[in-house]
């Protein structure tokens, strides 16, 4: 396992908050009896930036840790990677 470096830690850090505040601000709506349909849109937005953490965290995991697996010849991250996608997709 890699360390991850300062600015990818807080480039995470930053958007986990961003989503605590998304959730925060539905928690908020609920309250208020906000429209069904406001609420829907602002969960398909904590959607999304769950999304973008993540691929984030994918990248830096394909670029280090990945990479440095291969060159050491250790082909079973490949399984290891499918089975990532996989639960991806699903």
Do not use: P, T, W
Not at 18 to 45: F, H, P, T, Y
Not at 73 to 88: A, H, P, Q, T
């Amino acid at each position: 396992m890699n360390k991850r470096s300062i600015e990818e830690k807080r480039a995470i850090i930053n958007r986990l908050n961003r989503i605590k505040g998304q959730i925060n601000g539905i928690e908020k709506m609920v309250n208020n009896d906000s429209e069904c349909n406001d609420i829907l849109i602002q969960a398909v937005a904590v959607e999304k930036s769950i999304k973008s953490m993540a691929n984030l965290i994918l990248e830096n995991h394909l670029y280090k840790c990945v990479a440095q697996d291969l060159e050491n010849g250790n082909l079973e991250v490949v399984d290891e990677l499918i089975s990532l996608f996989k639960r991806f997709n699903n």
